[in-house]
């Protein structure tokens, strides 16, 4: 059976304090409907503008994954991303009346407990993933962070994480399968070297920092007034260095937490291709840079692939406009009628079929001894296609002709040879308006795209 989309049942929010601004924020979590995806809606703002979590919008990622639309920002989206992921959430509209969404403890274990309360349930569409067939990856050749996605069962995460301090050292992390992410990896918090908590404390960029929300590691000596720094930001009368290098006394969920949360932020970073993935992901210091460069890498090729993915159609069904049909609404004849079948029609887009034979008059000279259809002539084919779907808006199509306007990227792929079967998807690229036909047009044959082009017509009473 396949698997459905999810989204949850009813509406929860949770509030607490944004960790660089230290305002109150509420988040309010929305059921969405399939084939949404994940979206922040401003809530604060004159509009309430939306920003859909997607990699082709993070303009940040320095003390986090920041989005950022239209002047519209969105901080540290991961925590919030990964604890939808964690749950196998693929829908969800997420309300926010301020920038960023609030630190709680630093980690996705609140986010996921209020999706829980929301109830998850289960959607008419079907899931949308990306199966990997081969390796893809990425590599900052400065850091020497790099991210590798390869074929496996289920969507798999390992992080491999090396902080070249005393401290902390080397660890690995990983995640086998999903469904495990709220036992070993949601309640993983963030954490800092006290380098650069200092750092952010001079720049006054943590003002809801406390030690509940932060791991901080010792990485050099406390100063006395680093010291007194800390006790005014946390709001503390006592704070000391526990023997395993941790500020205060909190006490660590794991011996390798900071290589969990690590994995934590890749999933919410990989959030933002957009799609679910099947494949397993080696993280080798990953960061926020790297997680985001590689979500966009790979959200262009599985965009890439889309693009290029062939449809398939049951030829031995019989078809919606049959040669005779599509001769009563065509004022083509042979031979330069291109199209034997019509097999789907709807308002926005047409699929037709031609059987090319050796018998096709242009054969004789194109080429003697080598014969391949001329891409013109595929064009055209097309075209006759989207006349179809143009001319379905009349009542009396038998009393119009289709003029060519215009066309635009015009790419030919694969020679189509006699023998082929040809079909042809076009899709309106904007509503048909005064008898004007805009449309992106695709020709498939052998399994592969063969063509593709962006066409205009106009149909016109004879």
Not at 180 to 203: C, Q, V
Request: hydrophobic share 40%; charged share 25%.
């Amino acid at each position: 059976m396949s698997k459905q989309q999810k989204t949850i049942q009813k509406e929860v929010s949770l509030s607490g304090v944004g960790l660089h601004t230290g305002n109150l924020v509420k988040i309010t979590f929305k059921p969405a409907p399939a084939n949404h995806g994940f979206a922040f809606m401003r809530v604060d703002l004159e509009g309430s503008p939306i920003i859909q979590a997607k990699a082709e919008y993070v303009v940040n990622t320095q003390r986090g994954t920041t989005l950022e639309k239209n002047g519209v920002q969105i901080l540290t989206s991961e925590h919030v991303l990964a604890a939808a992921v964690g749950l196998d959430i693929d829908n969800l509209l997420i309300e926010i009346d301020a920038a960023e969404p609030p630190i709680m403890d630093g980690s996705s274990r609140f986010f996921l407990e209020a999706l829980e309360e929301g109830g998850i349930e289960e959607q008419d569409a079907e899931i949308k993933e990306y199966v990997v067939k081969e390796v893809i990856s990425y590599k900052d050749e400065l850091t020497g962070s790099e991210i590798i996605l390869m074929p496996a069962d289920e969507y798999q995460i390992t992080t491999m994480v090396d902080f070249g301090t005393m401290i902390l050292g080397t660890q690995n992390a990983t995640l086998d399968t999903v469904s495990d992410f709220k036992k070993e990896i949601a309640n993983a918090r963030t954490f800092s070297f006290l380098h650069e908590i200092e750092m952010l404390l001079e720049n006054d960029l943590i003002k809801g920092g406390d030690l509940n929300n932060a791991i901080v590691y010792v990485d050099r000596e406390l100063s006395k007034k680093t010291m007194e720094k800390l006790k005014t930001a946390f709001n503390k009368d006592e704070i000391a260095v526990s023997p395993n290098g941790i500020l205060d006394n909190l006490t660590l969920h794991w011996a390798n937490e900071a290589a969990r949360h690590k994995l934590l932020d890749v999933i919410g970073d990989l959030a933002l291709t957009g799609i679910r993935i099947k494949g397993k992901v080696i993280a080798n210091k990953p960061g926020h840079l790297v997680n985001t460069q590689f979500a966009k890498k790979l959200a262009k090729i599985i965009k890439a692939e889309n693009r290029n993915k062939v449809p398939t159609y049951d030829l031995n069904v019989a078809p919606l406009m049959d040669i005779h049909q599509i001769m009563e609404v065509l004022p083509h004849r042979p031979p330069f009628l291109l199209i034997d079948r019509i097999l789907e029609l709807s308002a926005t887009h047409v699929v037709g079929m031609k059987n090319v034979t050796m018998n096709e008059p242009y054969f004789q000279g194109h080429f003697p001894g080598a014969p391949v259809m001329p891409g013109v002539l595929q064009v055209e084919a097309m075209a006759q296609c989207g006349g179809i779907l143009v001319l379905s808006t009349v009542p009396d199509p038998e009393n119009y002709l289709t003029y060519f306007m215009k066309m635009d990227n015009v790419k030919f792929k694969q020679k189509v040879l006699p023998g082929d079967t040809l079909t042809f998807k076009c899709e309106l690229i904007s509503p048909i308006r005064r008898g004007i036909c805009h449309m992106q047009a695709y020709g498939y044959a052998n399994g592969k795209i063969v063509a593709e082009a962006e066409l205009m017509a106009q149909i016109a009473k004879k």
